[in-house]
């Protein structure tokens, strides 16, 4: 850790000391954004091409996380093997910019972390925390923990509690769906007409998955990046964006599903697994997989 880095404090346990150390890194990871929009020229172990800013935050976070007591492993979508320091307590799987394609145009991108109290790669169940950074107008976090979702902003390394015990509206306004639609399969198709016949829903898809699943936390809706024709386990990866966006979605009182179950009950096989990933309003995502049955 270099002498900028905000230090972790000893009497927090692991997981609160993860949080607060990517909260505290957000105001530097947006700064540092900032002459680091070029091509890094490698791609992550899912075959996109690298943007110096991703490769630049995860280093960042690798070197700050690890060096917290009590993180056992950490992972990123950035690196193809896990970072292992021994048989500790947590392990930290973090998308360190999730949607940097929307660094070119300047539009949102964000951080999503999950905390797994079991070696990596793990399951869902195995989540004990998760959550996102979101690169906006503000820079806010969102954090659910037992059960409880907390929307923090975050200012030159300080966070304020904005809401608490947060909720999905009971009445979904939007929804979001990737892929393209001559890939998607029929059924899910049909599922997304009935979604946009409703003249009240809104149509919201940013390009970072995390922007539109935060819209769908704030508004109540559906994003997903379905199973698409010639990619059955869709775009977005499990460890990283699957599991923590389900868990935080469903610690909100929403669901989520691969289509057929709870993302959190995919067992992964490898680290950068992919999985069709659906989130939102609970009747949303019963009605979605009564469609694909
Ligand atoms: P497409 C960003 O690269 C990402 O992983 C998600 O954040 C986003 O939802 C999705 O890919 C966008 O994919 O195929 O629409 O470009």
Redesign the pocket.
């Known amino acids: 850790m270099n002498a900028t880095d905000p230090e972790p404090d000893p009497g927090l346990d692991p997981v609160e000391n993860v949080v607060a150390t990517i909260a505290r890194s957000a105001a530097e990871i947006r700064q540092g954004l900032v002459g680091r929009r070029g091509k890094a020229g490698a791609e992550n172990p899912s075959g996109?091409t690298q943007v110096e800013a991703d490769v630049w935050a995860d280093e960042l976070l690798a070197d700050r996380l690890t060096s917290i007591d009590g993180v056992a492993q950490y992972a990123s979508e950035e690196r193809s093997e896990i970072i292992d320091g021994g048989d500790d307590r947590v392990s930290v799987a973090v998308d360190p910019l999730?949607?940097?394609?929307n660094l070119k145009s300047n539009n949102t991108m964000g951080t999503v972390f999950g905390i797994y109290d079991e070696p990596l790669p793990a399951p869902g169940s195995a989540l004990v925390a998760s959550g996102w950074i979101l690169y906006g107008p503000i820079t806010t976090m969102a954090y659910a923990r037992d059960g409880s979702v907390t929307k923090y902003e975050l200012t030159g390394g300080e966070r304020t509690v904005v809401e608490e015990d947060i909720t999905l509206p009971d009445d979904p306004l939007v929804y979001g769906f990737?892929?393209r639609v001559p890939h998607w399969h029929d059924e899910f198709r049909e599922f997304v007409r009935e979604i946009e016949s409703n003249p009240e829903h809104k149509l919201r898809y940013g390009?970072?998955?995390?922007g539109?699943v935060n819209q769908v936390l704030t508004y109540g809706g559906i994003f997903a990046?379905p199973a698409l024709e010639g990619s059955p386990r869709g775009?977005?990866r499990l460890q990283f964006?699957g599991n923590p966006i389900a868990y935080l979605i469903e610690a909100a009182g929403g669901r989520s599903s691969d289509g057929s179950r709870s993302i959190l009950e995919v067992e992964p096989d490898d680290l950068h697994d992919r999985v069709p990933l659906h989130v939102g309003n609970a009747e949303f995502i019963d009605r979605l997989e009564d469609a694909l049955e």
């Open positions: 996109e999730d949607g940097s394609s990737g892929g390009g970072a998955m995390i539109d990046y775009k977005l964006e």
